[in-house]
T-cell receptor, first 112, second 114 residues
Framework: LAKTTQPISMDSYEGQEVNITCSHN???????ITWYQQFPSQGPRFIIQ???TKVTNEVASLFIPADRKSSTLSLPRVSLSDTAVYYC?????????????FGTGTRLLVSP | ETGVTQTPRHLVMGMTNKKSLKCEQH?????MYWYKQSAKKPLELMFV???????ENNSVPSRFSPECPNSSHLFLHLHTLQPEDSALYLC?????????????FGPGTRLTVT
């Protein structure tokens, strides 16, 4: 099974940029890297997905180096409402199907 | 609002009861999923349906029985559960696009087994 490694927790202040890095050494050639956000007692919410280089949308950017063994989610100017758990996911390198393997995620705490 | 609804939102059941969880998606997706999230544990994938056919079953105990009558609806039938089955049960849907992992989750059903 593909595995990801993220920091367990991070702290930040409102208005700062937050970068969360994830390592995924066993990523399959054709798999995408996907990030989700989860608030307590809610389902995860898709944030961003990429294959290589850089992807940007209205809420975040995703940086992926050429070897694709890691990725960095960048949240610009965080607010209190960005306090949540962030999950980095890659496909299961063995099955290739849309099998999301969630790790423990990174718990981000944004303070005033 | 993600376009995926789940009912009920909360459920308390005894170990001898039979109940069902319902999930409905309004996104035109063709793949649906059941996940389990226990306290302080990562989400666990339970079942995957693609085009109403079950394509994944992660060694889930038979007291959990999924049903997918069409691409918009997914059920999880529960019977003779154990207290350790208490958890948040999440439904998700996606377009079956091979290696894309963009899934939309419902709000979940908080299940308590007494």
């Amino acid at each position: 099974l593909a595995k990801t490694t993220q920091p367990i927790s991070m702290d930040s202040y409102e208005g700062q940029e937050v970068n969360i890095t994830c390592s995924h050494n066993n990523i399959a050639t054709n798999d995408y890297i996907t990030w989700y956000q989860q608030f307590p007692s809610q389902g995860p919410r898709f944030i961003i997905q990429g294959y290589k280089t850089k992807v940007t949308n209205e809420v975040a950017s995703l940086f992926i180096p050429a070897d694709r063994k890691s990725s960095t989610l960048s949240l610009p100017r965080v607010s209190l409402s960005d306090t949540a758990v962030y999950y980095c996911l890659v496909g299961d390198g063995d099955t290739g199907f849309q099998k999301l393997v969630f790790g423990t995620g990174t718990r981000l705490l944004v303070s005033p | 609002e993600t376009g995926v609804t789940q009912t009920p939102r909360h459920l308390v059941m005894g170990m001898t009861n039979k109940k069902s969880l319902k999930c409905e998606q309004h996104l035109g997706h063709n793949a649906m999923y059941w996940y389990k999230q226990s306290a302080k544990k990562p989400l666990e994938l339970m079942f995957v349906y693609s085009l109403e056919e079950r394509v994944e079953n992660n060694s889930v105990p038979s007291r959990f029985s999924p049903e997918c009558p069409n691409s918009s609806h997914l059920f999880l039938h529960l019977h003779t559960l154990q207290p350790e089955d208490s958890a948040l049960y999440l439904c998700a849907s996606s377009l079956d696009q091979g290696n894309s992992y963009e899934q939309y989750f419902g709000p979940g059903t908080r299940l308590t087994v007494t």
